[in-house]
């Protein structure tokens, strides 16, 4: 079900355009439907589960305008995230007074890629991974002694069983869950696969498709905000800790929700993950972490930044 609704101030000019007489476009926008729990949806071809109940379903037309903002937001974003991550320890105390440049890293070069392994993919999961998996190779290419050492590492720690997302290419599913999440915005349940299978191409560990399902669905969610149907953050954790399969990544929400309430700082947010030293570029805490500090900060991208990169560590995949 669609309703012909943007946000509160484009539905009022919308409104005053069609009373001078002017014709107005499908301005539709998805009406936001919680779904209830079952066993998981299938998003995997040949049976299978990531173990993932979709928390929302959403109608399949949104306004273009819109569309295109959330694209673009997420690319950008990226880029200035990972730039402002990657400035020297000085600067990050300072980040309003600073008037230097960005460089970001390769995190903003797989979004671009993966944006054009999805263009040619002509809507068909094999095409897609088989374009991203050549580009990326390509792009690892030029970067031979980081691709080489970074190949080894993945496979030692995927004898350990463990996820690291280190800056090296192909190594972060969850930027592409994002693009994906905001490029297939409407088709909720079949993104689902299509992250699935981007995820277990950097990584099969259960635990790293499960906080890319969390951040697709995440970013499904944020395009709500300030519209009529904007998803209150502690609502939003509690009906992702409902859909996880992962004993642990629920429990984890669930205090992402309390901390929510509780008003706690990321500082301390981040002790209670466990994090009393620098803090670690690990997938699941990138998403964990990504996704309180945007629950706290809604609307205020600058605010959550300087608080995020108070933080001392790795944190560009957070950013």
């Known amino acids: 079900m669609s309703i012909s609704l ?41 049976g299978a589960r990531g173990g993932w109940d979709a928390p929302y379903s959403w109608s399949t037309i949104i306004p273009s305008r819109r569309r295109q903002e959330s694209i673009e937001g997420v690319l950008i974003g990226c880029a200035i995230g990972e730039g402002l991550a990657r400035l020297p320890w000085r600067h990050r105390l300072r980040l309003r007074g600073y008037n230097g440049v960005l460089r970001p890293g390769s995190r903003t070069d797989e979004m671009i890629i993966t944006i054009q392994s999805l263009l040619l993919s002509q809507a068909a999961t094999e095409n ?42 192909g190594s972060d599913p969850l930027v592409r869950a994002m693009l994906l999440s905001v490029v297939m915005q409407g088709h909720h349940e079949g993104i689902l696969r299509w992250v699935h299978k981007s995820t277990q191409m950097s990584d099969r560990w259960g635990g790293v ?29 509690d009906s992702l800790s409902e859909a996880a399969e992962s004993r642990d990544l629920r429990l984890q929400l669930k205090g992402l ?15 209670g993950m466990g994090c009393e030293g620098r803090w670690r ?3 699941v805490g990138n998403a964990l972490l990504g996704l ?21 560590g790795d944190l560009r995949g957070v950013a």
């Open 6 to 46: 943007e946000s509160r101030s484009e539905a009022r000019t919308s409104e005053s355009r069609a009373k001078g007489g002017q014709s107005v476009g499908a301005m539709v926008f998805p009406k936001l439907v919680r779904r209830g729990t079952g066993k998981g949806v299938e998003v995997a071809e040949g």
């Open 128 to 169: 897609f991974c088989r374009n991203l998996e050549k580009r990326m190779v390509w792009y690892g290419r030029s970067w031979p002694l980081t691709w080489m050492f970074s190949g080894v590492g993945r496979s030692v720690r995927r004898l350990v069983g463990r996820s690291y997302a280190g800056d090296f290419p």
């Open 209 to 237: 498709s499960q906080a890319a399902f969390v951040v697709a669905t995440a970013a499904q969610c944020a395009q709500f905000h300030q519209t009529a149907y904007a998803v209150r953050p502690v609502e939003m954790l």
């Open 257 to 271: 929700g309390r901390g929510i309430t509780e008003g706690l700082s990321i500082r301390e947010m981040v002790k």
């Open 281 to 283: 570029d690990d997938s």
């Open 292 to 312: 309180y500090a945007y629950a706290r900060h809604l609307g205020d991208l600058l605010g959550g930044m300087e608080e995020l990169l108070g933080i001392p």
